[in-house]
Each structure stands twice: as C-alpha cells, then as structure tokens.
C-alpha cells in the first residue's frame, strides 16, 4: 500500500499556470503506475494524465495533450502535474492515484490507492 497527498492546488487565471505535487509513503513508490483524475461539481471523476513506473511512459486525455505534463522523481517519492494555459473548464478537484501493474489504466477502477484532492480553480 502506498499513501497518496496532494498539493499545489489554487486560484488561477485563465491562461495561467500551476504544478501539482503528490507525495508518496512507503519504500515501494518506485513499483507504481501513478494518475491524475480530476472531479468537476456534479461530474464523474476523469483520467486526466498517467505515468509508468519508470516515467518512460505517459498517457493524457485529449483535452489536455500539450497544455499539461505529468512527471515523476523516484528519488523524493513524488509525481507532479505541471498545467499550462489552465482554462476554466480546468476546474476541478485533482487526486492522484497509483496502481501496480504493466499497463496505464484510464479508468478508475484501474487504480488501488487514491489522495484526499486538491482543488484547481481557473478563472475567466
């Protein structure tokens, strides 16, 4: 079991930036598959970004290819989500998610571990 928390949620402006950390316990950091879902008000939760283990691979839902950028550093145990050109319909609630495995899941149900959410919002 790995523990997941969040940060670097705000307010923004549209066009603006922010990176989100998330912050893992336990020795096994490295032997996850980490994801970024996001909670709009009166949404499902959405895939937004994921990461293998290694980082050698990344996957991003359409509305973000270009804009966001998932990494990871295995050494602080963190993954982070850099946002660029944030828009309004950015506004969410952002978790993290890990999971073992050998794919990228981009569903929910793909992921074991979940953060408690850091809220994103972008204004107009």
């Known amino acids: 079991q790995v523990q997941l928390v969040e940060s670097g949620g705000g307010l923004v402006q549209a066009g603006g930036s922010l990176r989100l950390s998330c912050a893992a316990s336990g020795r096994t950091f490295s032997w996850y598959n980490k994801a970024w879902f996001r909670q709009a008000p009166g949404k499902e939760r959405?895939?937004?970004?994921?990461?293998?283990?290694?980082?050698?691979?990344?996957s991003y839902t359409d509305s973000v290819k270009g804009r966001f950028t998932i990494s990871r550093d295995n050494t602080r145990n963190t993954v982070y989500l850099q946002m660029n050109s944030l828009k309004p319909e950015d506004t969410a609630v952002y978790y993290c998610a890990a999971a073992i495995g050998s794919r990228l899941p981009i569903d929910v149900r793909g992921y074991t571990n979940w953060g408690q959410g850091t809220q994103v919002t972008v204004s107009s």
């Open positions: 959405e895939f937004v970004a994921a990461i293998s283990q290694n980082g050698g691979s990344t």
